[in-house]
């Protein structure tokens, strides 16, 4: 019996490969329904991905875990991004450049300076990379093909989908405090004493439309972010695998992906970014709306303007990107040990 049946290990192995299984399989009698029913349960999973989370919910936790924690790490990159942006052409500039922002802010509100705004993306930024998540993986389990495999256009197409639900129910609003925040941070006498208090003065002076200033720029930016990002990742991760569905990505390979991925959606949609931060700022009732504001800045300050905070932005969100890819691919492993997909 031993040599007609592959011992559970063979086949249940988190090392086992997709060709082993088969063979494994092929190795099965096939009047034996029972064995030949479960290898090829495990096939069909490993063939998917083992740490594909099919369950949206599960996606939605692991989104939400890895966000807050990323956040907490690459802050500081969004606050001097942030300060850089909304800073206007003015002679002598507010700025020189990264460097003085950062030692501006130091020697006037000391290292917790560069963490002025934090509790409103720490306190968005958990929702929105569970619904980044959730969304794109409720969209792709539709579309994935008998191996559980995308293509890149579906990445992108899913992506789209993550990143416009994501400006709408967690995004703007979030972005709006934060920008709000970090613009009060430059004021002589700094309004909002804390994340609760500041955005009831914001509800009461600006109604709840006050949260959604730049919501057109915000759904534009975070389609075109995760729509790029999650294209670039689908591609990476088709090219290393080669055609195998069940080959392994490491995590220091995930992470370097993710940041290819961020490095690409800094570099396409940047000019967007300036727009919403604009469009968020104190200075917003300048203008009319979002083209009014983009044809501001083309007139006003030329071309490179859209382009202001690049650097840090890179820097935060090739972080950010590898950082999350990595937590959430980790997250939905430790999810799946605790609470196992259904093979059937």
């Given at each position: 019996?031993?040599?007609?049946?592959?011992?559970?290990?063979?086949?249940?192995?988190?090392?086992?490969?997709?060709?082993?299984?088969?063979?494994?399989?092929?190795?099965?009698?096939?009047?034996?329904?029972?064995?030949?029913?479960?290898?090829?349960?495990?096939?069909?999973?490993?063939?998917?991905?083992?740490?594909?989370?099919?369950?949206?919910?599960?996606?939605?936790?692991?989104?939400?875990?890895?966000?807050?924690?990323?956040?907490?790490?690459?802050?500081?990159?969004?606050?001097?991004?942030?300060?850089?942006?909304?800073?206007?052409?003015?002679?002598p500039p507010k700025y020189t450049g990264?460097?003085?922002?950062?030692?501006?802010?130091?020697?006037?509100?000391?290292?917790?300076?560069?963490?002025?705004?934090?509790?409103?993306?720490?306190?968005?930024?958990?929702?929105k990379a569970a619904v980044r998540f959730?969304?794109?993986?409720?969209?792709?389990?539709?579309?994935?093909?008998?191996?559980?495999?995308?293509?890149?256009?579906?990445?992108?197409?899913?992506?789209?989908?993550?990143?416009?639900?994501?400006?709408?129910?967690?995004?703007?609003?979030?972005?709006?405090?934060?920008?709000?925040?970090?613009?009060?941070?430059?004021?002589?006498?700094?309004?909002?004493?804390?994340?609760?208090?500041?955005?009831?003065?914001?509800?009461?002076?600006?109604?709840?439309?006050?949260?959604?200033?730049?919501?057109?720029?915000?759904?534009?930016?975070?389609?075109?972010?995760?729509?790029?990002?999650?294209?670039?990742?689908?591609?990476?991760?088709n090219w290393y695998r080669g055609g195998?569905?069940?080959?392994?990505?490491?995590?220091?390979?995930?992470?370097?992906?993710?940041?290819?991925?961020?490095?690409?959606?800094?570099?396409?949609?940047?000019?967007?970014?300036?727009?919403?931060?604009?469009?968020?700022?104190?200075?917003?009732?300048?203008?009319?709306?979002?083209?009014?504001?983009?044809?501001?800045?083309?007139?006003?300050?030329?071309?490179?303007?859209?382009?202001?905070?690049?650097?840090?932005?890179?820097?935060?969100?090739?972080?950010?990107?590898?950082?999350?890819?990595?937590?959430?691919?980790?997250?939905?492993?430790?999810?799946?040990?605790?609470?196992?997909?259904?093979?059937?």
């Amino acid at each position: 019996m031993s040599d007609r049946i592959p011992s559970l290990h063979s086949v249940l192995s988190p090392t086992a490969s997709v060709k082993n299984a088969q063979s494994s399989l092929r190795s099965c009698s096939y009047n034996n329904a029972n064995c030949q029913g479960m290898t090829t349960r495990k096939l069909g999973a490993l063939a998917g991905g083992k740490n594909q989370p099919k369950n949206p919910i599960k996606a939605v936790l692991a989104g939400g875990i890895a966000g807050g924690i990323e956040i907490c790490i690459t802050f500081p990159t969004e606050y001097v991004k942030t300060q850089l942006q909304l800073a206007e052409s003015v002679k002598p500039p507010k700025y020189t450049g990264i460097v003085d922002c950062v030692g501006q802010t130091v020697r006037s509100h000391g290292i917790l300076g560069l963490y002025r705004g934090l509790s409103s993306l720490v306190y968005g930024s958990i929702p929105k990379a569970a619904v980044r998540f959730g969304v794109f993986e409720a969209l792709s389990n539709r579309v994935r093909d008998s191996n559980g495999m995308l293509t890149s256009t579906q990445g992108l197409m899913c992506g789209l989908g993550a990143g416009l639900a994501e400006a709408v129910i967690v995004v703007c609003p979030m972005e709006t405090v934060k920008v709000k925040f970090i613009h009060d941070q430059s004021s002589a006498n700094p309004k909002y004493k804390g994340f609760f208090r500041g955005v009831v003065q914001i509800v009461k002076e600006q109604g709840i439309k006050g949260t959604y200033q730049g919501l057109t720029a915000t759904m534009m930016k975070q389609g075109s972010n995760q729509a790029i990002r999650f294209y670039v990742m689908t591609s990476l991760r088709n090219w290393y695998r080669g055609g195998d569905p069940g080959k392994e990505i490491g995590l220091l390979t995930t992470g370097a992906f993710g940041a290819i991925a961020g490095a690409a959606s800094v570099f396409g949609n940047t000019p967007l970014d300036v727009v919403k931060t604009r469009m968020q700022g104190l200075e917003s009732h300048k203008y009319k709306n979002t083209w009014d504001c983009a044809k501001q800045i083309w007139q006003n300050e030329g071309a490179l303007a859209f382009y202001k905070g690049t650097i840090p932005r890179l820097g935060r969100v090739c972080a950010d990107v590898a950082i999350v890819f990595m937590l959430y691919e980790q997250t939905v492993k430790f999810l799946n040990i605790v609470w196992p997909e259904k093979t059937q």
